[in-house]
Structure formats: C-alpha cells, structure tokens
C-alpha cells in the first residue's frame, strides 16, 4: 500500500516543527515500552513513529527498532534525530502505510507498538482491524501487542466537542510563544472526532505564524476493540487503565491494551 491510503498520514507533514515543541516533555509511556522490551525484547516494530518520541529511546536501549509512517516530514526528523544520537545503526525508518505492518522491514518482531492514538488515525472500523491483522502477522510467535489509545467516556467526548479550544502554550527556541488551538466536532454515529488543530507562533517582532492541520480520529471501546482483536487472529488481550498497568475502569482516562499471539500455558489449562 501506499502511504497515501493511511487516512490523513501526511496531516502531521505541515506541524512536525511544533508537533515535536509540544511533545517534547511528553515521555508518560516510554517507561512502559522499555520495560515490555525487556521482557519480550527485540526487534521492535513502532506503527507510526512520526519523529521518533518512543523509538529513539528504546534504541538508545540497545534494541533494534523499525520506525513506519506515512508522513515524510516526520519520518525525516526521525532520520536526522537517529543520526545525531548515532543510532543510525540499530533504527531503520520505513516510508509506508501502517497497514503493511506484516512487510515492514526487519521482522518479525518481538513487540509492535500502536502508540498515542495511532489506530484512532484509521478511518474505518475495517481499516483498524486491518492495521492489526497486519500486526499480528508481523510479530513472532512470542510477539506482543500493544496499542495506546483515549477512552472514549461520554464526559470526554463532551469535552473533546466543546468547540474552539486553547490546549497550550510553549516558548519557541527561536523566540516568541506558540499556542495551540483546537476544534473538534463528535460525529458519535460514525464514532467520530472532525479535528482541525492549529499552532499560532507570535514571534519577537508580534508578526504571526499559524501552523494548521485537519484529521479525522474514530475512537474505539473496549469491548469492540476486544471483537476486533479476535478478527484479527489475536488469542489474549487484557486492557489496563494507564502507564503504570493499573486496573480500566470507567475512569481511566487511557485505554492500554496488550494482546498476543500465542496464548498462555495458563489460559490452555
């Protein structure tokens, strides 16, 4: 497939600059990744890796990683960020449609990583169980899955379409601040968020600089997610509330879910 299939792959392409401004204090899941590597260790597939937030760390780890994404721009921050670290060597940056996870270079692998909402970016419920189909034929019989997505509480989705919204303000290295905006509207019939999301950089001068981008996210519940796991020929999944593996629960403002590929000893008995 091309990367052009993948919905909205190229939305990130315009704000790669301020994408990674914004998320540059953002590392809540990398312990958790680190520690699955450990246990089920490597290769390692991450579908979209945009700049490279979660991959770099797990190769600066000694893993062998594979980055794939449909948006060049963030693919070549994540080439040049592995080159200045030096760890060109152990991450290797595919160009595709996260789709074709099963013909990614480098597999099969140990643990496929779905990542902050990667599978909410697919614009269909089929287009997301193709997704992790194609994972699951990507990983090894040891492998692991492990997908990173909001949940969906009707106080949230409220929230979420609300209307115009003011999600932050960082300083830009380069001087001045950048703000984010944001706009969504709930499509709940298609299990839909309409997103428009801009950054508005007011530099030293007060002359003004807006960054924009448009995209659709389908969220997902558990109980379908966990539908379409076994459609996917998943055999074990066990959803938790966070980072930290805690208990979901209504509550949980993340939706953390693990699935394999071959069940346990215990689930056979």
């Not at 013909?103 to 909402?117: C, D, E, H, R």
């Not at 990983?139 to 932050?168: A, K, M």
């Amino acid at each position: 497939m091309s990367a052009s299939t993948f919905g909205d792959a190229t939305a990130y392409d315009p704000i790669v600059d301020v994408y990674d401004l914004e998320h540059a204090g953002f590392d809540d899941d990398v312990a958790l990744y680190r520690s699955l590597a450990d246990v089920v260790g490597d290769p390692i597939l991450e579908l979209g890796c945009g700049s490279g937030r979660i991959l770099l760390p797990l190769a600066e780890d000694g893993f062998r990683v594979t980055g794939l994404d449909g948006s060049p721009a963030m693919l070549a921050r994540a080439e040049s960020r592995a080159n200045e670290l030096g760890l060109s060597e152990r991450v290797t940056l595919v160009h595709a449609d996260v789709r074709s996870a099963d013909s990614a270079t480098g597999g099969p692998f140990g643990l496929v990583i779905v990542g902050l909402n990667t599978l909410l970016h697919l614009p269909s419920q089929a287009d997301q169980i193709e997704l992790l189909a194609a994972a699951q034929r990507a990983l090894d019989p040891r492998g692991q899955l492990v997908i990173d997505v909001f949940n969906p509480t009707p106080p949230l989705l409220t929230e979420l379409s609300r209307g115009v919204t003011h999600e932050g303000a960082w300083a830009h290295p380069q001087g001045g601040t950048v703000d984010k905006w944001s706009s969504r509207e709930l499509i709940a019939s298609d299990q839909r968020l309409e997103t428009t999301i801009w950054y508005d950089h007011m530099l030293p001068d007060h002359s003004l600089h807006r960054n924009r981008s448009s995209f659709d996210l389908r969220y997902v519940h558990f109980a379908e997610l966990a539908l379409m796991l076994q459609a996917a020929g998943f055999v074990e999944w066990r959803a938790y509330g966070g980072y930290d593996l805690e208990p979901f629960d209504d509550g949980s403002e993340r939706m953390v879910v693990t699935a394999e590929v071959t069940a346990s000893a215990s689930s056979e008995q």
